[in-house]
C-alpha cells in the first residue's frame, strides 16, 4: 500500500542519512589526527602502528552512535506517549459521560422509556470502554502498576487495567440482566397471569445465566482490589455500587430459582399453608387455626385444601411432650399441630410442623409458608377487592379482619351446615382465582407488597430448596432468630389465655443501655403490656365465669401471656419484676409466683429468659429487666482505633407495631463519629425512637481524646 511505501522509504531515507553522517565523522577524525601529527612533529604511523588507536576511536563513536539511536528512540517514545496518552485521555472522557448518562437515567423512574435508554447506553459504554482498553493496553498495564506512588490518582492509575475489566463484566451482567427482564416490563404483561409469566420466566434463563456468570466474574475481579483508596470521584462510584452487589446478585439467584419453585423445571410443588390468627398471639405469628396444602406446577395453583388444626389430631398415636409451660400454663401435657408454634425459630417450629402433620398426611411438602391476618390486609391492597358468595358487598383491605372476626359467630338460629372457618376457604379461594386470572393485578405492585409482608414478617418462608433457604437467611425473612456478634433484643408474647385479647392489647419498649464505663456495659428493658379490653368481669382462664357474649370469639378477657426475653449470649440477668399471679386466675389452680424462667431453645448466640404474667381488662403491667451485656457489643477498629456499639432489635411476627425508645449513655470524654439518623444528641445521651414495624439496627460509632 501507499502507506506501506513512505513507511519503507522513509526508513530507507533515514538508513543513508545516518551513514553519510558517519562517514562524515571517520573524515574528521582522520583529518584531526593528521594535522596533530604535524604540530608535534610526528610522522604518522603507519596502519599496524596505528590500529590500536583507530579501534579506540571506531569504539568512540560506535558509543556515540549507540547515544544516537537511544535519544531517537527516547524522543520518539516521548512523542508517541504524548500522542498516546492524549488519545487515552479523550476516550476517558467519553467513557465518562456514558457513566453520567447511566446514572441519571437510574435515579430516574423506573419506566419502559428509561430501561431502554439505559439499555441502549448500556451496549454504547461498553464499546466505548472496549475501545478504550484497546487504546490503552499494553501499556497501562505494564506502566501502571509503577505509578501507584502518584498523589491522589496513583491507585486508580495501578488498577486501571482491572477497573475496567470489572466495569465490562459488571455492564454485561446488566445488559443481559435487562434482557432477560425486558419482556416482563412491557405495557401488557401487567394483566398476565401466573401461568404466562412463568413461562416468560423460563424463556428468560438463558439470559438469566449470562448475567449471573457475568456478576460472578464481576465479583473475582472487584475482589482483587477490594480494600484499595481510590480517588474521590472513583471512591464514590464504589460507595454506591458495593452495597448494590450483593443485592443484584440475590436477584439473580431468585429468578434462576424461580422456576423449579412454581413447579415448572422440576415437576410440580406441593406446599403447606399456615393461616395464624395474631389475635391469639404465639412465637411465629399466632394461633394456628387452620392449615392448607395446594399444588403448583408451571404457575398454576391447583388442589387448595383446608383443615381446621384441631381436626389434624389423631390421639391414637403417640404424641411427644409439650414444653413444660404449655403443661403448667394450659393443661396441654403433649405437643399437637395447633401448637407447634410454640418454638419462636421458626425454623424449629417448621420442623416439629412437618413431624406433626405427617401423623395424618402420607405426602411430604416442598415448603411451610405462614401467613397472618395483616398479610391479608397487605394482599388484598395490592390486588383489590374480592367477591364471596353470599356476601353482598365485596371484602376489602379496610374491613376483611372485622368480616372474620364475626364470621366465626353463629347467627341465630344456627343453621344445621354452620362451620364456623368456612370463611377461610372462601377468601383463599376468591384471592387464588382473582390472582389466577391476572386481570387488573399490578405485579410490580404485588412483588412491592410480598416484600414488604417478609420484612414485617406477617409472612414467613421456608423452602426444601437449598438456594432459597440460603437467599430468606441472608435477608432475615425466614423466621429464624439471629442475634448476630452484638447487643440483641427480642420480646416474645405467647398468648396461653384460650382467647382473641390480643385484638386489644398492645406493647411499648424502652431499652436503657449504659455504656459510661465500657468494660462494663449494662442495659435495661421494660415493657409496657396494656389491655385495653371493655370489662370489669374476673380472670377466669378456662370454664364458667367466662363471657357468655363472647364465646364464639372472645376478645374482651384478661391476658394471660407467657413472655419472653432473647438477649445476647454472655449476658447476665442482674434482676427483674416479675408479677404473681393468683391460683383462681389459672385453669390449674395453682398460684404462679413471680419468678423468671430460665429457658434453652437451642437458638445458637442468646439467652433466654420467660415469666408468666397476667393483665386484667384495662390495666397495664410493666415488667422490667436489667442485663450485664457481654463486652462483644462493643467494637474496636484495629485502623481508626474507633469504638461501636451495635445493637438489633427482631420484631415478633403477628405485632404490626411496637412503639419503641432507646436510650444509650455514652462515657463523658468520647466523641460520636457515625450514629442512626432518626438519633437525637443530648450531650452524652443518644435517644432513638422507632415503631418497631420491622427489624431495628442501631450503629453508634465514637472516638476517644
Same mark, same amino acid.
Given at each position: 500500500s501507499t502507506i506501506s511505501d513512505w513507511h519503507v522509504n522513509g526508513i530507507e531515507q533515514l538508513a543513508s542519512i545516518l551513514e553519510a553522517r558517519e562517514n562524515h565523522l571517520k573524515h574528521n577524525s582522520n583529518v584531526l589526527i593528521e594535522q596533530s601529527s604535524e604540530i608535534v612533529g610526528v610522522q604518522p604511523e603507519d596502519n599496524n602502528q596505528n590500529s590500536d588507536t583507530k579501534n579506540s576511536s571506531n569504539h568512540f563513536w560506535s558509543w556515540r552512535w549507540v547515544g544516537v539511536v537511544l535519544a531517537a528512540m527516547a524522543l520518539i517514545g516521548f512523542i508517541w506517549g504524548g500522542v498516546w496518552g492524549w488519545q487515552v485521555y479523550q476516550q476517558v472522557l467519553v467513557v465518562r459521560d456514558d457513566l453520567v448518562q447511566l446514572q441519571s437515567l437510574s435515579a430516574g423512574s423506573i419506566t419502559i422509556e428509561n430501561l431502554r435508554k439505559a439499555d441502549a447506553r448500556l451496549i454504547l459504554f461498553r464499546q466505548d470502554l472496549e475501545t478504550l482498553r484497546i487504546q490503552s493496553s499494553p501499556g497501562l498495564r505494564v506502566i501502571g502498576p509503577f505509578l501507584s506512588w502518584y498523589p491522589i490518582y496513583g491507585q486508580d492509575i495501578s488498577h486501571a487495567a482491572d477497573l475496567m475489566e470489572f466495569a465490562d463484566q459488571l455492564s454485561g451482567s446488566l445488559l443481559a440482566g435487562y434482557q432477560a427482564g425486558a419482556p416482563f416490563l412491557e405495557p401488557g404483561v401487567i394483566k398476565y397471569n401466573p401461568q404466562l409469566l412463568t413461562k416468560l420466566?423460563?424463556?428468560?434463563?438463558?439470559?438469566?445465566?449470562?448475567?449471573?456468570?457475568?456478576?460472578?466474574?464481576?465479583?473475582?475481579?472487584?475482589?482483587?482490589?477490594?480494600?484499595?483508596?481510590?480517588?474521590?470521584?472513583?471512591?464514590?462510584?464504589?460507595?454506591?455500587?458495593?452495597?448494590?452487589?450483593?443485592?443484584?446478585?440475590?436477584?439473580? +439467584?431468585?429468578?434462576? #430459582?424461580? $422456576?423449579?419453585?412454581?413447579? *415448572?423445571?422440576?415437576?410440580?410443588?406441593?406446599?403447606?399453608?399456615?393461616?395464624?390468627?395474631?389475635?391469639?398471639?404465639?412465637?411465629?405469628?399466632?394461633?394456628?387455626?387452620?392449615?392448607?396444602?395446594?399444588?403448583?406446577?408451571?404457575?398454576?395453583?391447583?388442589?387448595?385444601?383446608?383443615?381446621?388444626?384441631?381436626?389434624?389430631?389423631?390421639?391414637?398415636?403417640?404424641?411427644?411432650?409439650?414444653?413444660?409451660?404449655?403443661?403448667?400454663?394450659?393443661? =396441654?401435657?403433649?405437643? #399437637?399441630?395447633?401448637?407447634s408454634n410454640w418454638f419462636t425459630?421458626? $425454623?424449629?417450629?417448621?420442623? &416439629?410442623?412437618?413431624?406433626?402433620?405427617a401423623y395424618n398426611?402420607?405426602? +411430604?411438602?416442598?415448603?411451610?409458608?405462614?401467613?397472618?391476618?395483616?398479610?391479608?390486609?397487605?394482599?388484598?391492597?395490592?390486588?383489590?377487592?374480592?367477591?364471596?358468595?353470599?356476601?353482598e358487598t365485596p371484602i376489602t383491605s379496610v374491613d376483611v379482619i372485622q368480616y372474620m372476626r364475626a364470621a366465626k359467630v353463629p347467627p341465630s338460629p344456627v343453621p344445621a351446615n354452620f362451620y364456623r372457618k368456612a370463611f377461610i376457604s372462601q377468601i383463599a379461594e376468591?384471592?387464588?382465582?382473582?390472582?389466577?386470572?391476572?386481570?387488573?393485578? %399490578? &405485579?410490580?405492585?404485588?412483588?412491592?407488597?410480598?416484600?414488604?409482608?417478609?420484612?414485617?414478617?406477617?409472612?414467613?418462608?421456608?423452602? %426444601?430448596? !437449598?438456594q432459597m433457604t440460603n437467599l430468606l437467611a441472608g435477608y432475615g425473612w425466614d423466621?429464624?432468630?439471629?442475634?448476630?456478634?452484638?447487643?440483641?433484643?427480642?420480646?416474645?408474647?405467647?398468648?396461653?389465655?384460650?382467647n382473641k385479647t390480643n385484638a386489644v392489647v398492645d406493647r411499648k419498649f424502652n431499652y436503657d443501655v449504659d455504656l459510661t464505663d465500657l468494660t462494663k456495659p449494662t442495659s435495661t428493658l421494660v415493657i409496657f403490656t396494656? /389491655?385495653?379490653?371493655? =370489662?370489669?368481669?374476673?380472670?377466669?382462664?378456662?370454664?364458667?365465669?367466662?363471657? $357468655?357474649?363472647?364465646?364464639?370469639?372472645?376478645?374482651?378477657?384478661?391476658? &394471660?401471656?407467657?413472655?419472653?426475653?432473647?438477649?445476647?449470649?454472655?449476658?447476665?440477668?442482674?434482676?427483674?419484676?416479675?408479677?404473681?399471679?393468683?391460683?383462681?386466675?389459672?385453669?390449674?389452680?395453682?398460684?404462679?409466683? *413471680?419468678?423468671?424462667?430460665?429457658?434453652?431453645?437451642?437458638?445458637?448466640?442468646?439467652?433466654?429468659?420467660?415469666?408468666?404474667?397476667?393483665?386484667?381488662?384495662?390495666?397495664?403491667?410493666?415488667?422490667?429487666?436489667?442485663?450485664?451485656?457481654?463486652?462483644?457489643?462493643?467494637?474496636?477498629?484495629?485502623?481508626?482505633?474507633?469504638?461501636?456499639?451495635?445493637?438489633?432489635?427482631?420484631?415478633?411476627?403477628?405485632?404490626?407495631?411496637?412503639?419503641?425508645?432507646?436510650?444509650?449513655?455514652? $462515657?463523658? /470524654?468520647?466523641?460520636?463519629?457515625?450514629? /442512626?439518623?432518626?438519633?437525637?444528641?443530648?450531650?452524652? /445521651?443518644?435517644?432513638?425512637?422507632?415503631?418497631?414495624?420491622?427489624?431495628?439496627?442501631?450503629? #453508634?460509632?465514637?472516638?476517644? !481524646?
Open positions: 420466566l423460563v424463556a428468560a434463563q438463558p439470559d438469566i445465566q449470562q448475567s449471573k456468570q457475568q456478576l460472578e466474574a464481576a465479583l473475582s475481579t472487584r475482589s482483587r482490589f477490594r480494600g484499595t483508596i481510590f480517588s474521590p470521584k472513583i471512591q464514590a462510584v464504589f460507595d454506591r455500587i458495593d452495597p448494590l452487589l450483593p443485592q443484584l446478585e440475590n436477584g439473580l +439467584t431468585l429468578a434462576t #430459582v424461580l $422456576p423449579s419453585l412454581l413447579g *415448572a423445571s422440576e415437576g410440580p410443588k406441593t406446599y403447606m399453608l399456615l393461616v395464624q390468627n395474631e389475635d391469639e398471639l404465639r412465637p411465629t405469628g399466632g394461633f394456628i387455626t387452620s392449615v392448607g396444602s395446594f399444588v403448583i406446577k408451571n404457575g398454576n395453583m391447583f388442589g387448595l385444601e383446608f383443615q381446621e388444626a384441631g381436626d389434624l389430631e389423631d390421639w391414637s398415636l403417640p404424641y411427644p411432650n409439650a414444653p413444660w409451660q404449655l403443661a403448667q400454663y394450659m393443661n =396441654s401435657p403433649v405437643l #399437637v399441630l395447633r401448637d425459630d421458626y $425454623p424449629t417450629a417448621v420442623n &416439629w410442623i412437618e413431624y406433626l402433620y398426611h402420607k405426602n +411430604t411438602v416442598d415448603g411451610v409458608i405462614a401467613i397472618n391476618q395483616q398479610a391479608l390486609v397487605e394482599l388484598l391492597q395490592a390486588i383489590g377487592p374480592v367477591k364471596l358468595d353470599g356476601v376468591a384471592v387464588m382465582q382473582k390472582i389466577s386470572t391476572g386481570n387488573g393485578i %399490578d &405485579w410490580q405492585k404485588m412483588s412491592g407488597m410480598f416484600i414488604n409482608s417478609l420484612k414485617e414478617h406477617n409472612i414467613l418462608l421456608q423452602f %426444601d430448596d !437449598p423466621g429464624a432468630v439471629r442475634p448476630g456478634n452484638a447487643d440483641f433484643l427480642m420480646a416474645v408474647d405467647t398468648n396461653v389465655g384460650f396494656s /389491655n385495653h379490653a371493655n =370489662s370489669t368481669a374476673s380472670c377466669v382462664q378456662w370454664g364458667e365465669g367466662q363471657h $357468655p357474649e363472647e364465646q364464639a370469639y372472645p376478645i374482651n378477657y384478661c391476658y &394471660w401471656n407467657y413472655l419472653r426475653i432473647y438477649v445476647p449470649s454472655g449476658s447476665k440477668l442482674e434482676s427483674a419484676t416479675p408479677h404473681q399471679v393468683p391460683a383462681d386466675w389459672m385453669l390449674l389452680n395453682e398460684q404462679i409466683p *413471680a419468678r423468671i424462667d430460665s429457658i434453652d431453645e437451642g437458638i445458637t448466640g442468646v439467652n433466654g429468659y420467660g415469666t408468666m404474667m397476667v393483665v386484667p381488662e384495662g390495666q397495664t403491667l410493666d415488667t422490667s429487666f436489667k442485663f450485664t451485656l457481654p463486652a462483644n457489643v462493643i467494637s474496636i477498629d484495629s485502623v481508626s482505633g474507633t469504638e461501636t456499639y451495635s445493637l438489633k432489635i427482631q420484631k415478633q411476627p403477628g405485632v404490626i407495631s411496637t412503639p419503641t425508645l432507646i436510650r444509650i449513655h455514652l $462515657p463523658t /470524654n468520647v466523641h460520636v463519629v457515625n450514629v /442512626n439518623p432518626k438519633a437525637q444528641l443530648d450531650g452524652q /445521651n443518644i435517644l432513638i425512637q422507632d415503631d418497631l414495624q420491622d427489624d431495628l439496627t442501631i450503629e #453508634v460509632t465514637f472516638s476517644k !481524646p
